[in-house]
C-alpha cells in the first residue's frame, strides 16, 4: 500500500493496518479467500460465527437472492470453540492481521463459558454475536430487549479479558439504547448492523422459501438503514463503533466513517466479487488521495 | 481456483431454454464435474451462478446452461465480445484417474452437459464409456457425448426421441464397473438404489444454490454419512453411499 495515505485506525487499543475487516458468516476462516488473494491486506478477519457445542445449522435452503442483496438462514453451522481453538486459530494466525472470534450463544451459560475459552486463547479481539436471526430462542433473543443484552455483555465481560466488541442488530426494540446498554455493560466497541429479519415465500410452492419461515437480509438493500443506524449510535456511544451493512465500494467505506464508523466489515459483498476485499482497499487509496483524505481518522464522524 | 475475465466468443440458443455458451480460457487444469461460478453483472445481481464446464478446449471454455431465474436469463442475452467473469475451477470432479474398465454416465437434462467433458476424458483414459441421457423432449449436447461413447442409450419423456419414459429403465448396472450420474435428484437416487443393488460404484454429481463457491459460507451444506459437507467445494460429486437421501 502506498504510504501517502493513512488508513491504520485503531479500536479498543487494537492497531488495525487498514478499516476493512472481513464480516463473520461470509469469509469462513479466511483460508477460501486466501487461494484468491493475501487476504492478509485487510484490517482483520472476523472468523465463521462460533457457539460453544459444534452446529449443523439449518435444514431446507441456506441463500436467496433478492433486490439488491440476499437472504441467508445458515444457522450458524459451524465446528464449535473447541476445534476453533484447536485449529483455527493458527490458521488465521498466518495471514498476520487482527484476528477476531465471532462468538454467538443459545443461553446464558454457553456465552460465559465460550467467551471464557476465547479469552483464554490466541485471539485479539472477541465479537460477542447478541444478533443473529437464524437461531431459535438464542442469538437474536439477546439482541431485541436492551436489558437483556446488558446482562448477557455484562456476564461475559466479567470472564473476556480480550477486548470485547458487542455486534449489534438491527432488529433490536432500539439500536441507540440498544448500543448504550452495551457500552454500560462493558463493551469496548460495538460492531452493527447485522442482517434484518425479513422474509420469502416461494409462490408456486405456496409456503415460506427457508424452513425458518424468516432469514437474514444483506447486501446493498440494507446501506442505507445501516448508516443512518450507525451514525445515530455514534452520536451517542463513546466507544468505537464498527459499520456493517451492504459496504460494497471505498465510497460506502468513506460514507460509514465521515458517519462515525472507526472501521467498516465487508460481508455480502465478497460473494458478489470474490476479490472484493483487496479492490475495495485499492480503491479507497486511491479515493482519499482523490479527496485530500491523508488520514482516513480525519474524516471520521464529520456528518 | 482464480477469478477471470473472459470474453464471450459465442452464445447459441439450442433448444427453448438451452444455450451453449463459449468463452475465452487462458488455459488451467479442469477435471471433469467441476465447474464456474459466471457473472455477467455488477452488482444488479448479487450472486454468482454455479455452472458446470460442458467442454474445455485449447483456449476455450463451454458452458451449458438453461435458462431458469434471473441470472440465467440475464447470461442468456450476452453476445459475442461481452464480458464475463469466472471464478474456479469450483468442486472437486468425478475421480477419473481412479476408474477403470467400462463406464457408464447417466444423465438427466441439464445434468447432461457435464458429461460430455467426462466422456472425453474417460475416453482418452482407455476406458469405455456409455451414455445414458434422459430428456424431457427436445434433445442437446448428444452429438457432442456421441463422440467419446460406444453405446448410446436416449430416452425423452414422452417418447419424442428414443426410448419412451425415464432413462433408469435402460440402464444395466451390473455390466459397468463404475456408474457416473448427474441430473435430477430422483433419477439420481433411482441410479444409486440400482447400482447399489448392483454392488457397483456410483458418484453423484448434486445440484445445490450456493453463495460464495469456494467453501466459505455454508450456503450449500449437505447433510451425509461423513458429517456435513459443502457441495461447492466438497462436492459436488459424492460417492452415492455416502450421501442420505
Known sequence: MDNDVKLSVEIAGVPFRNPLIAASGTFGFGEEYNELYDVGCLGGICSKGLTLHPKDGNEG?????????????????NPGVEAFIASGIAQMRRFGNVLIANMGGH????????????SDADIDMLELNISCPNVKSGGMAFGIKADVAKEVVSEVRKV???????????????????????EAAGADALSLVNTFQAMAIDIRKRKPVFNNVY???????????????VHAVCKQVHVPVIGIGGIYTAEDVLEFVMAGAAAVQLGTVNFNNPLAGREVLDSLVELCRCEGIADINTVRGIC | MRYLESIVEENQQITDDIFVLCVTFAGGDVKPGQFYMLKSWDTELTLMRPISVFQVEDGYLWFMYRTVGAGTRRMSELKNGDRIRLLGPCGNGYPCEELKGRVALVGGGVGIPPLCHTAEVLHRNGLTVDAYLGFRDELFAVGDIELWC???????????????????????PERYDAVLTCGPEVMMRKVAAMCADANVTCYCSLEHRMACGIG?????????????????KDGPVFRSTDLMW
Open chain 2, 216 to 232: 466459505a459460507c455454508l450456503g450449500c451444506s449437505i447433510r451425509t454419512k461423513n458429517g456435513m459437507k459443502r457441495v461447492c
Open chain 2, 150 to 172: 460406444t453405446d448410446m442409450f436416449i430416452s425423452t419423456e414422452h417418447g419424442e426421441e428414443g426410448y419412451k419414459g425415464f432413462v433408469t429403465d435402460l440402464l444395466k
Open chain 1, 215 to 229: 432469514a437474514g437480509l444483506s447486501g446493498a438493500a440494507i446501506k442505507p438503514i445501516a448508516l443512518r443506524m
Open chain 1, 107 to 118: 443461553s446464558m451459560d454457553d456465552y460465559i463459558t465460550g467467551a471464557a475459552m476465547l
Open chain 1, 61 to 77: 435452503i441456506r441463500v436467496w437472492e433478492t433486490a439488491s442483496g440476499m437472504m441467508n438462514s445458515v444457522g450458524l453451522q
Open chain 1, 160 to 182: 473476556c479479558r480480550k477486548p470485547l466488541i458487542v455486534k449489534l442488530s438491527p432488529n433490536a426494540e432500539n439500536i441507540v439504547e440498544m448500543a448504550l446498554a452495551c
